[in-house]
Each structure stands twice: as structure tokens, then as C-alpha cells.
């Protein structure tokens, strides 16, 4: 049978993982059912294929970035904080912006879970907008900082 989107998804974080790159058919292969069965992700899946992805130091098609954008933009109020944070971590990494709409929806999703976020999280998300050259909006920069003066202590150096 064919590629689901959560076998794909997992294939390139377990390679990721395992410290290895995708044969470039391979690659090319997973991006393309990817693309066509974009509506068939979730927001973990979404968030794991593109961090995967940043991390191996791959920049995807044009096709697949659009359609996991969209997917994301319609996703949004199921993202968990580790989501949104990996989300944004990735695209950054990738060297791209995300579209202003998903950057909002990431933006209202992270605030309304603040309380959620783990250190990581945190610091991932706000370097990852730092990176961009984006100001958060108000809220979501007093819900980070807030979360991150309840989580002092468990803040390790990187």
C-alpha cells in the first residue's frame, strides 16, 4: 500500500533520528505523497514532517511548504504547544516566513496555551519569531514571559 500521512511524517523523523538523510528519490518520493494527501495530516504530523525536515537540512518544494502551511492554517486551534513551537522552529530553520494568516493562528493558539508551554517550547518559540524579525503581538508576549518566570528554575543553558 501507499504512504499515509502519519507513516511519512514518522519515516523522516525516525531518519532524522537515526541520523540519517533520505536517498534523494526517496525524498522526492515522500514530498510528493505528502503534498497530495496534505488534508490527510494532523498537527503533530504537520509539525514532525516539517521539523524533520529543518533538521536534516532540507528545504521542501515549493508545493509541499504550501500545502503543509494550509494544512497548519486550518489545523490551528488543534495545535498543542510543542507543535506550534516545532512549526515555527522549522520554518525559520528552513529559512522561511510563514504566511501572515498561519503566524496569526500560531500567535493566538500559543497565547491562549501559554500555561502549557515547557521551557523548550518557550525559548524555541520566541527565538524562532526573534529570528524572523517579527515582534510578537502583545499578548503572546506577556503570556511567554509569564510562562517563562513560572518555569525559571527549569531552564537549562543550551
Do not use: N, Y
Not at 511548504?65 to 488543534?78: F, I, S, V, Y
Amino acid at each position: 500500500g501507499d504512504f499515509k500521512p502519519q507513516e511519512i511524517s514518522s519515516l523522516m523523523w525516525a531518519l532524522v533520528t537515526m541520523g540519517k538523510r533520505p536517498h534523494r528519490d526517496l525524498l522526492e518520493a515522500m514530498q510528493l505523497r505528502a503534498t497530495a494527501l496534505a488534508g490527510g495530516f494532523i498537527p503533530q504530523g504537520v509539525s514532525s514532517l516539517m521539523w524533520a525536515l529543518a533538521s536534516m537540512g532540507i528545504k521542501p518544494d515549493a508545493d509541499l511548504l504550501e500545502a503543509m502551511q494550509k494544512r497548519a492554517m486550518a489545523l490551528a486551534g488543534d495545535f498543542k504547544p510543542q507543535e506550534i513551537s516545532s512549526l515555527m522552529w522549522a520554518l525559520v530553520t528552513m529559512g522561511k516566513r510563514p504566511h501572515r494568516d498561519l503566524l496569526e493562528a500560531m500567535q493566538l493558539r500559543a497565547t491562549a496555551l501559554a500555561g502549557g508551554f515547557i521551557p523548550q517550547g518557550v525559548s524555541s518559540l520566541m527565538w524562532a519569531l526573534a529570528s524572523m524579525g517579527i515582534k510578537p503581538d502583545a499578548d503572546l508576549l506577556e503570556a511567554m514571559q509569564k510562562r517563562a518566570m513560572a518555569l525559571a528554575g527549569d531552564f537549562k543553558p543550551q
